[in-house]
């Protein structure tokens, strides 16, 4: 899953500065968007792996 928000946040990064370079700021806000995409999809990865460990913080207040 990081992997994918890794690739969104790139190509966003790309849309980006190409509607910058062309004065496109339709091409810009997408390119944004797409990069807080790609956020939201690692720190989702980034939540479930967490949540897939044993012995998480969360596991061990749950045992107390």
């Given amino acids: ?29 997408e390119g944004r968007l797409e990069q807080a995409r790609g956020e939201a999809k690692k720190l989702k990865g980034k939540a479930q792996e967490n949540m897939q460990q044993p012995g998480t913080r969360s596991a061990k207040r749950d045992r107390t």
């Fill in 1 to 29: 899953m990081a992997d994918k928000g890794r690739a969104d946040k790139m190509k966003g990064k790309a849309k980006e500065m190409t509607g910058k370079v062309t004065g496109d700021r339709e091409m810009q806000s």
